[in-house]
């Protein structure tokens, strides 16, 4: 069965420092999605990316990249000089067919 | 700009009381979801649905029900709250298959229960 794994329930970093937030996943399908969706405090899930399974090449958006490793089985999320606004629980999930989410990683970002 | 609505976004209510949760999209999406998010931050899975007349039950059982009259209204209903039953509940919606944007999640603000 599909599992998606944040290891980190919880991080806390100062302003300016960069943090990565851990995914990993257990399949055996060939064909899936993966995403990432941030959650601040007002309650929404607000998509930030998603990636096939034949896709493996990082991405960067600004301040964001996310590293693929299919090899791992991971997709991992980096904020590079972080900021308070970067505060809120940021949710890894898988997709095919069904949606698994992770149980959520907590970013706390300090001025 | 939201293009999915929940209501209400904080409901208090006593234990017995019938109570709907609200969600509607612009979108024209065929695929809507009810979440149920416990403080532990986790998503469960309560209800589903792939169009109008179609509802399916999620992978977290659940007693309220679900209903799809229309394809931009999704309510949840609990027929009588207890306080098990508070929670943040999250709707979303997604496109079909096959179109641009499929399978991406859209997410309400979502609706804060507190039965008491």
């Known amino acids: 069965a599909q599992k998606v794994t944040q290891a980190q329930t919880e991080i806390s970093v100062v302003e300016k420092e960069d943090v990565t937030l851990d995914c990993v996943y257990e399949?055996?399908?060939?064909?899936?999605?993966l995403f990432w969706y941030k959650q601040p405090p007002s309650g929404e899930l607000v998509f930030l990316i998603r990636?096939?399974?034949?896709?493996?090449q990082n991405e960067i958006s600004g301040r964001y990249s996310w590293n693929f490793q299919k090899s791992t089985s991971s997709f991992n999320f980096t904020i590079t000089a972080s900021q308070v606004v970067d505060s809120a629980v940021y949710f890894c999930?898988?997709?095919?067919?069904?949606?698994?989410f992770g149980s959520g990683t907590k970013l706390n970002v300090k001025p | 700009e939201a293009d999915i609505y929940q209501t209400p976004r904080y409901l208090v209510i006593g234990t017995g009381k019938k109570i709907t949760l609200e969600c509607s999209q612009t979108?024209?999406?065929?695929?809507m979801y009810w979440y149920q998010q416990d403080p532990g931050m986790e998503l469960h899975l309560i209800h589903y649905?792939?169009?109008?007349?179609?509802?399916e039950k999620g992978d977290l059982s659940s007693e309220s029900t679900v209903s799809r009259i229309r394809t931009e209204h999704f309510p949840l209903t609990l027929e009588s709250a207890r306080p098990s039953h508070t929670s943040q509940y999250l709707c979303?919606?997604?496109?079909?298959?096959?179109?641009?944007?499929?399978?991406?999640?859209?997410f309400g603000a979502g609706s804060r229960l507190t039965v008491l």
């Open positions: 990636r096939n399974s034949f896709d493996e």
């Open positions: 979303a919606s997604s496109d079909l298959e096959g179109r641009s944007g499929a399978n991406v999640l859209t």
């Open positions: 649905s792939y169009g109008v007349n179609s509802t």
């Open positions: 979108m024209g999406h065929d695929k």
């Open positions: 999930a898988y997709n095919f067919n069904k949606f698994y």
């Open positions: 399949t055996r399908d060939t064909t899936y999605y």
